[in-house]
C-alpha cells in the first residue's frame, strides 16, 4: 500500500436535483389541496354518495401518504463508478478468495443446462481461478443435475481457455452461442465451432437425459454418482456433497495447463418431517459447507437463471471492499436484476429500469440498497450475524493457506454433517445468524438487519450488465412472483423488523422510507380496487365525487394527476423504455395492484393469525412453444383458471358497463350539460377501459389457448353483472 492513497471508486450525484425538489413540492401543495377539498366538501348525513365520498377521501389520504414515501428513492440518488484498473496495480496474490454460491430447486421448472450455464459464466470469470470456488446448491437433491454439473465440470476445461484467449463475452456458454451477432470474427472460426460443436453434444446429452428422467447405469462408475439410491426424492434424502473439482489438485487443469476454479455439488438433507426454510435454508446450507470447503472472505449468491454477463464483476465489486478509505463500512454489493428475455415493449413490466437506474441509486444515497437476493457479494462474516465496528479488520488472506488441509473426501464428510436437518437446531441460524427464515423475502430482511446492524451497503450498474437472468413470460407467473414479493415485504413491514422500529436510531430516516416503497406494496392494493371500482359504479348511478372542471379545486386534480404522470412517463423514457413499454408497465401496475397484492395482504393476515402458511412458488424459466410464442408478440398469456384472471376480468368488465352506462344515461338525461359533475369520472372509467384492451381482447376475440378460459370469463362476466345490477337498483 503506496503513501499516496488511490480511491477505487468514485459517486456522483444525479443531475437536476434542485429542480426536481421544487417539482416535488408543488406536488406536496396539490395533494394537501385535495385533502383539503375532500374535508371540506363531503355531502352531509343522509345525502346521496356520502360513505363512497369517504372512501375516495380515504384512498387520497392513502395514495398522498405513499407518494410521500416514495420521495426517499427520488430525492438524491447517486451513482458510483469503479476503478478496477488501480485495483490491478496491486499484487494479484494480495486480492482475496471469493466463494460463488448458485441456488436451483427443480429441474424441471430450472433445466440444467440453464443453470450449468451460470454456473461456468461464473467459473470463467476474469480473476485467478485459484481464487474461485463455485458451489452448486440443488434443492431438489436431483441426479440429473448432478449429472449436468459433472458434464460442466468437464466442459469447463475447454470452455475457460477459450473465453480466456479470446476474450469472450458473456461467459455463459447458452448465452453466448444463442447470440445473434456474429462472434466469429474475434475467434479463429475452426475453433469457434468445434467449440460450439462441444457446447451442442453435452447441451444435448443433457437435456436428452433429462428428458428421460434418469442417468444411463454405466455413468453410476464415476464418483459421486453413487450417493444416489433408490427411493431418494426431492423431498427425502441424506446430505450430499461432490467436490467435482478440487481447486488444489495440482491435475485439475484445463486444456492449456492453468488452473481451475474449485466446483462443489451440493444437497442439503431434507426429510418430510423437517422445514427446509426454502432458498434462505439452502444459503444457510452453503454458508456451512463452504465454510468448510474454501472459507473466502467474500461471498457471491445468485439465482440459477443469472448468469454472469460481464467477466468484471468480481473485480468491480472488490474494488468497493478494498477501497482504503470507505471500503472498511461497506457490508454488501448489489448489482441490478436485469432480465435477458424483456420483449421490445416489456408487456410484464419486467426492465425494471426505475428501479435499476432512480431507485436503488436512490436507496444508496441514504446507506444502501437492499439484498435481492441475487447480484449481491457479501463479506461472509457480516452474512454470520458480525455487527459493525471501526477497528474491525477483515482477514483478507482467510481461506488461501488451506492447501495443506484434508483431502477432498474428509472435506466432503465434514461438509455434509454441516447441512443436515438437525444441524441447525438450537443454534441462531436463520435467525441472528445466516439467511433469515419465516419471511418470503428472506434477502430483503436479511439485507435490512445487516444494514441495521451498522453496515452500508453500495449499489453498482455498470454500462455493461453484470448479471442477466430470466424474467417470467406468462401473466400467472409474473403476478404470483409479485404476491410473494408484495407479501413477504408488507410482513416485514408488519413485523418487529419494520424499518421504522428495527431501523430507528440505526439507520437514516431516508432509507427507513425506502424500505417501505416496497413494504406498502401490499396495502396499496385496496386504495387501488376502490379508485377502479366506485367512481366508475357512481358513474353509473349518476353520483358526482369529483368537482366540476369550472370549478378551481379541479386545477388540484389535473396538476397532480398530470403531474404524476408526466413526470412518471419522463422517467422512465429517461432509463430507456419505450412509450408503449411505459403504457404496459401501467396496465401492469393496475393488474398487480388488484391481484398480487390484494392476494399479498390476505395471505400476510392469515399468517399473522397463524391460519396459513409461508410457501415459495418457483418461478418457471421455460415456457411451451405456443405460450413463448405469444410472448415473443407481446401478447398477454392468461389460459390458466386462475382465481386472480377473474379479477382482473371483472374489473375490466365492470368499468366496460358503467362507461356504456354512464354515457347512456347523459344522453338521456342531461344532454352534453350533463357531462359536467361527471367529467373526471368518466374520463377516469374511460382510460380504465382504455388500458383494459387487452384483457376485452382475451375476454372476447381472442380464440388462441392464451386468452380467458371459459370458466374465468363467465365468472367475471357474472361479478360486473352483479355489482352493476346491484348498484342500479
Ligand atoms: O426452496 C427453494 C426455492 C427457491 N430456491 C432458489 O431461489 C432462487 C429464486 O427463486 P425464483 O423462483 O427464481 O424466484 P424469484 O422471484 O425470481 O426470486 C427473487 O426473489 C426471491 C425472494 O422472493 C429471492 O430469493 C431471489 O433471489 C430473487 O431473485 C432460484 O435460484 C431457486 O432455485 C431454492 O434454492 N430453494
Ligand atoms: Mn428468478
Not at 481461506?399 to 447441512?419: F, N, Q, V, W, Y
Request: net charge neutral; with cysteine; charged share 20%.
Amino acid at each position: 500500500m503506496g503513501e499516496s492513497y488511490e480511491a477505487l471508486f468514485e459517486t456522483k450525484q444525479a443531475k437536476g436535483r434542485l429542480a426536481y425538489k421544487l417539482f416535488a413540492c408543488s406536488m406536496l401543495v396539490g395533494i394537501c389541496s385535495i385533502w383539503l377539498y375532500r374535508a371540506t366538501h363531503a355531502p352531509g348525513w343522509g345525502e346521496e354518495g356520502r360513505w363512497a365520498w369517504m372512501g375516495i377521501f380515504a384512498a387520497e389520504l392513502w395514495f398522498g401518504f405513499y407518494w410521500i414515501i416514495t420521495q426517499s428513492v427520488r430525492w438524491n440518488p447517486i451513482y458510483r463508478f469503479t476503478h478496477p484498473e488501480k485495483l490491478s496495480q496491486r499484487d494479484e496474490a494480495e486480492l482475496p478468495n471469493v466463494d460463488i454460491f448458485v441456488c436451483t430447486a427443480d429441474p424441471i421448472a430450472e433445466p440444467p443446462i440453464l443453470v450449468i450455464s451460470t454456473v461456468l459464466s461464473t467459473m470463467a470469470y476474469n480473476y485467478s481461478p485459484e481464487k474461485l470456488s463455485v458451489y452448486l446448491s440443488d434443492d431438489a437433491g436431483s441426479i440429473l443435475t448432478f449429472y449436468a454439473l459433472w458434464e460442466a465440470s468437464h466442459f469447463a476445461k475447454h470452455w475457460l481457455p477459450f473465453c480466456k484467449k479470446y476474450n469472450v463475452e458473456p461467459r455463459s456458454p447458452a448465452a453466448y452461442f444463442s447470440k445473434l451477432c456474429n462472434p466469429r470474427d474475434a475467434c479463429i472460426p475452426t475453433e469457434w465451432s468445434s467449440m460450439k460443436n462441444l457446447y451442442e453434444e453435452m447441451a444435448d446429452r443433457i437435456d436428452s437425459i433429462v428428458m428421460l428422467g434418469k442417468i444411463p447405469e454405466e455413468l453410476r462408475a464415476n464418483k459421486g454418482f453413487s450417493e444416489w439410491s433408490s427411493g431418494m426424492t426431492s423431498r427425502n434424502h441424506p446430505p450430499i456433497v461432490q467436490i467435482l473439482i478440487d481447486g488444489r489438485d495440482q491435475c485439475s487443469i484445463d486444456n492449456d495447463g492453468n488452473a481451475l476454479p474449485t466446483l462443489v455439488y451440493m444437497a442439503r438433507e431434507k426429510r418430510p418431517q423437517h422445514h427446509h426454510n426454502f432458498k434462505a435454508g439452502s444459503m444457510n446450507a452453503l454458508i456451512r459447507a463452504s465454510s468448510e470447503i474454501s472459507d473466502s472472505p467474500i461471498t457471491l449468491n445468485l439465482d440459477c437463471d443469472m448468469y454472469s454477463n460481464n467477466s468484471e464483476s468480481v473485480r468491480h465489486a472488490l474494488c468497493f471492499f478494498l477501497d482504503e478509505d470507505k471500503g472498511q463500512d461497506i457490508g454488501f454489493v448489489q448489482y441490478p436484476q436485469i432480465f435477458d428475455n424483456v420483449t421490445k415493449n416489456d408487456l410484464y413490466g419486467y426492465s425494471f429500469n426505475v428501479f435499476t437506474e432512480v431507485e436503488f441509486p436512490g436507496f444508496d444515497n441514504w446507506g444502501g440498497p437492499p439484498y435481492i437476493g441475487t447480484g449481491c457479494f457479501h463479506r461472509r462474516e457480516i452474512l454470520c450475524g458480525k455487527k459493525y465496528s471501526k477497528d474491525y479488520k477483515e482477514d483478507w488472506k482467510r481461506g488461501i493457506d488451506r492447501k495443506t488441509a484434508k483431502s477432498a473426501c474428509i472435506l466432503e464428510e465434514r461438509a455434509k454433517s454441516l447441512i443436515t436437518c438437525t444441524y441447525e437446531h438450537n443454534t441462531q441460524w436463520g435467525q441472528e445468524i445466516g439467511l433469515k427464515y419465516d419471511c418470503p423475502v428472506e434477502d430483503v430482511i436479511t439485507g435490512l438487519s445487516i444494514q441495521c446492524r451498522g453496515w452500508k451497503s453500495v449499489y453498482i450498474s455498470p454500462s455493461r450488465k453484470a448479471f442477466l437472468g430470466v424474467a417470467p413470460t406468462t401473466l400467472a407467473q409474473s403476478l404470483v412472483q409479485f404476491k410473494r414479493w408484495s407479501e413477504g415485504n408488507f410482513q416485514i413491514f408488519l413485523s418487529k423488523y419494520c424499518p421504522f422500529i428495527l431501523g430507528r436510531g440505526k439507520i437514516k430516516l431516508g432509507l427507513q422510507m425506502a424500505y417501505c416503497v416496497y413494504g406498502l406494496w401490499a396495502p396499496n392494493s385496496l386504495p387501488t380496487l376502490y379508485y377502479l371500482v366506485i367512481p366508475s359504479l357512481c358513474l353509473l348511478k349518476g353520483i358526482s365525487l369529483f368537482p366540476k372542471i369550472t370549478s378551481p379545486w379541479f386545477m388540484s386534480f389535473a396538476y397532480v394527476t398530470i403531474g404524476k404522470h408526466v413526470y412518471g412517463l419522463v422517467e422512465s423514457l429517461q432509463c430507456g423504455d419505450t412509450l408503449a413499454g411505459w403504457w404496459n408497465f401501467q396496465r401492469m401496475w393496475i393488474l398487480r395492484r388488484t391481484t398480487s397484492f390484494l392476494y399479498g395482504i390476505t395471505s400476510t393476515i392469515l399468517k399473522l393469525l397463524r391460519i396459513s402458511e409461508m410457501g415459495f412458488a418457483i418461478t418457471a424459466k421455460v415456457s411451451d412453444g405456443d405460450a413463448s410464442k405469444r410472448y415473443e408478440q407481446d401478447v398477454l398469456e392468461f389460459g390458466s383458471s386462475s382465481s386472480m384472471f377473474v379479477i382482473i376480468g371483472a374489473v375490466a368488465m365492470l368499468n366496460l358497463f358503467c362507461l356504456v352506462g354512464g354515457l347512456q344515461r347523459l344522453v338521456v338525461d342531461g344532454g352534453i350539460m350533463g357531462l359536467e359533475p361527471l367529467f373526471i369520472q368518466i374520463l377516469l372509467c374511460g382510460l380504465v377501459v382504455a388500458i383494459h384492451l387487452p384483457i376485452y381482447e382475451a375476454l372476447f376475440i381472442r380464440k388462441d389457448k392464451g386468452s380467458f378460459p371459459f370458466s374465468v370469463t363467465f365468472l367475471s362476466f357474472g361479478f360486473a353483472m352483479l355489482v352493476s345490477l346491484l348498484t342500479m337498483v
